[in-house]
């Protein structure tokens, strides 16, 4: 059934990420500027948040596959199946864009980023050379601000009062993109998809370490791809954790 509809926006027009600007797409083939992959998966998880309430945001596990990049303006049917929980996004051209599955939650991985060679501080311009399997970036603490939260919650129009104490889930799946971005110069990439587990709810105000370790890299129609696992350490415990795919060489 459809869930609701929403207009998706591209709020990321000042970006260092040039395919949120006309120019860069169009060179790789697309129609105009792309709308983030992580404001699409703050859309689809509304309904799981609506009909489960805060449970969802400490006990849950969902992978979201970004398909069709969607367009600034391009109007978005979020469709939730509630018999398997999954949720799938197409535009006004029928075009399935995004899908977020429920899965269920798996142990941690052993690999989580605490005894890895640390990748050498500075940014360089992502290459494949430079992307290197098992390299652990530098540890990154912060305070998840009130401020922050509801900014995005405005990115998404989400103004459920839950996200006046919890953070949103937007908030938490931009914090991988930052932590990629903190690493490496990347100056046109696509985040293609990632798997959300949260094992313990985050709210405004708590003071988390986020750690990351390089899992893969690896090649495909001329593409060439970044997999990293990060963590959310909040309390001595792992609250949330990452599984997050880019394309960071779009293929010519």
């Known amino acids: 059934m459809t869930a609701y509809q929403v207009v998706a926006r591209n709020f990321s027009t000042s970006s260092e990420n040039r395919m949120h600007s006309d120019e860069m797409a169009s060179r790789y083939g697309f129609k105009g500027a792309l709308v983030p992959g992580v404001a699409i998966y703050g859309h689809l998880v ?67 980023g605490l005894n890895g060679e640390i990748k050498i501080p500075g940014r360089p311009e992502i290459a494949w050379d430079n992307v290197i399997i098992g390299e652990v970036f530098s540890p990154r603490a912060l305070q998840l601000s009130k401020l922050e939260n509801a900014r995005y919650c405005s990115e998404v129009g989400d103004s459920d009062p839950l996200y006046d104490e919890y953070i949103h889930p937007h908030y938490i799946l931009s914090l991988a993109n930052e932590a990629l971005m903190q690493e490496y110069v990347m100056p046109a990439w696509i985040h293609v998809k990632s798997k959300i587990s949260h094992r313990a709810s985050l709210r405004v105000g708590d003071e988390v370490v986020l750690r990351s370790v390089v899992t893969d890299r690896w090649e495909r129609k001329g593409h060439q791809f970044i997999a990293f696992h990060l963590t959310f350490w909040h309390d001595e415990q792992v609250a949330i954790d990452i599984e997050h795919h880019a394309i960071f060489r779009i293929a010519e």
């Open 46 to 112: 509304k309904p799981l948040i609506e009909h489960h309430g805060v449970a969802w945001l400490g006990d849950s596990c969902v992978e979201v596959k970004l398909i069709k990049p969607p367009y600034h303006g391009d109007a978005l049917n979020i469709d939730w199946q509630a018999s398997t929980q999954d949720i799938a996004a197409t535009n006004q051209r029928g075009e399935l864009v995004a899908l977020a599955l429920a899965l269920p939650m798996s142990p941690l991985p052993e690999q989580l």
